[in-house]
């Protein structure tokens, strides 16, 4: 299993959402690449980071905006479903 996080981004993204990733990804059990896309149109760089996904062979895609914030399992939790 392959994951790319990705970050669609205005061109910020929140210390809590940094930490939030840090955190989710020491904890998990899979292979996973990180990759953000700036723009001001987000839905274009949703599609960019899809594409990327695709390219690098990626088995599932979570996208995570850039002012979000959650609990370490939340990626674990969200696979296991």
């Keep these: 299993m392959k994951i790319l996080i990705a970050i669609p981004t205005t061109g910020t993204v929140k210390t809590k959402t940094f930490f939030s990733i ?8 899979f292979d ?12 274009w760089n949703r599609e960019d980071l899809a594409k990327q996904a695709l390219q690098l062979d990626c088995t599932h895609l979570l996208f995570i905006d850039s002012d979000m914030f959650f ?7 969200l696979l296991k479903r």
């Design 32 to 43: 996973w690449v990180i990759a953000t896309k700036e723009g001001c149109i987000l839905h």
């Design 22 to 29: 840090v955190r989710a990804i020491k904890k998990t059990s």
């Design 71 to 77: 609990e370490e399992d939340a990626i674990e939790r």
